[in-house]
């Protein structure tokens, strides 16, 4: 699957104090819960709600940007929205949750919201690799160890093993504010995201559910 909104995405100049951001979202497939898969996702024209007990990322980059939607609508298509883009090389999360509501469906069944969680009790945690999250907002608790704070974006990427930088395919602007550290722990996460593209989301204890409506109760938070 191709991301709708990063692959719309134009980089502007875009400065913003950021923070770090969580794992987002996931596509669903027969045995995606057994194994690895390449992905690459996005929810046009909508944010969708993550939450997570705890994220451990190693290799953290964060810069700010301005992504753009693509879709059907014209009145939406090229609409953009400001984001702290943060990418980690490898993530660990315990008790991810995504949710994602479509609203006033046809034949009565008015607001949907899908909702899916893994990672939780008795499972082992949610891993991902060259995570990288279009973020609008977050709360949460963090703790960085060796972090680097103010850099230009272009110097993000390093010759250090396992490094990451900007991501591989799109531009940002060189003289922009970033961030890095060598690891970053997020505790009590609620987030907001536009976008999340990873090279591998291995997802244990897979649980997937269609709520009619939305809110409390339906949505991760």
Not at 39 to 66: D, H, I, R, W
Not at 81 to 87: F, I, R
Not at 118 to 138: F, N, T
């Amino acid at each position: 699957m191709s991301s709708q909104v990063r692959g719309g995405t134009r980089w502007k100049r875009f400065a913003v104090v950021m923070v770090p951001s969580v794992i987002a979202t996931a596509a669903v497939g027969v045995g995606l819960a057994q194994g690895a898969l390449a992905a690459s996702f996005s929810v046009s024209g909508q944010e969708f709600k993550v939450t997570a007990g705890e994220l451990e990322g190693y290799n953290f980059v964060q810069y700010g940007s301005v992504a753009t939607e693509q879709g059907a609508d014209p009145a939406k298509s090229g609409k953009g929205h400001a984001v702290a883009v943060s990418g980690f090389s490898e993530a660990y999360i315990t008790k991810m949750c995504q949710s994602v509501v479509t609203p006033n469906l046809p034949f009565g069944l008015g607001d949907i919201t899908l909702k899916l969680e893994a990672g939780g009790d008795g499972h082992k945690r949610v891993y991902a690799k060259d995570l990288y999250l279009d973020v609008s907002e977050l709360d949460g608790d963090a703790k960085f160890s060796n972090i680097d704070i103010g850099v230009a974006a272009g110097s993000l990427k390093t010759d250090k093993p396992g490094s990451i930088g900007i991501q591989p395919g799109t531009q940002a602007n060189p003289n922009g504010f970033a961030q890095r550290a060598d690891k970053a722990v997020l505790t009590d996460v609620h987030q907001k995201a536009w976008a999340t593209t990873a090279g591998t989301f291995n997802l244990s204890g897979l649980k997937l559910r269609l709520n009619k409506g939305s809110g409390a109760g339906k949505e991760c938070y």
